[in-house]
């Protein structure tokens, strides 16, 4: 396998994860995003609304799982700086409450960027000797001398 195949192999999947985190944060100011599963009566949630990712996990009777679209980032749990942590219920539900998480998006653009920058440093080509590559282009006869 050439090496230049290999390191692009290896920067495709940070290249990718970037690009769809900055693709879900820009489309979160549209409206909301959200990814929902659910098993034995719990429920996990994964979503994005005007700049913010939103983690929550519960216990739930009535969740349906798939994609939901829309909303705003009313009824978040309080954040400081994009970060919040804590109990949310639903006022239209019997169900528990459930364990809410807020954080910014650009949090996860940043850390990607970083680590991304990491794999493509160690990644890199060496070359043997300090500056740019030169390719030394060999000949048996000497230049002309023009007058």
């Given amino acids: 396998m050439p090496s230049m195949f290999r390191r692009w192999l290896i920067r495709s999947p940070f290249l990718l994860a970037l ?3 900055v693709g879900v944060w820009v489309t979160s100011y549209f ?3 959200v990814a929902i599963t659910s ?3 719990r429920f996990w949630a994964v979503g ?3 700049g913010l990712g939103i983690t929550a996990a519960g216990s739930s009777s009535s969740v349906v799982s798939g994609f939901h ?3 705003t980032a009313d009824g978040l749990v309080p954040t400081i700086l994009g970060f919040g942590w804590g109990e949310e219920s639903d006022p239209f539900s019997t169900d528990p409450p459930y364990l809410e998480s807020v954080f910014p ?6 850390v990607l960027t970083m680590l991304n920058w990491f794999v493509w440093r160690k990644t890199r080509a060496r070359y043997n000797g300090r500056g740019f590559p030169v390719e030394r282009i060999e000949s048996s006869q000497s230049p002309a ?3």
Avoid: D, P, Y
């Avoid at 998006?105 to 940043?110: D, G, R």
């Fill in 19 to 21: 690009a769809f985190i």
């Fill in 31 to 33: 409206g909301g995003i």
């Fill in 39 to 41: 098993f034995r009566g």
């Fill in 48 to 50: 994005a609304v005007q």
């Fill in 69 to 71: 679209f829309g909303g």
């Fill in 105 to 110: 998006l650009w949090l996860l653009t940043a």
């Fill in 145 to 147: 001398k023009s007058e």
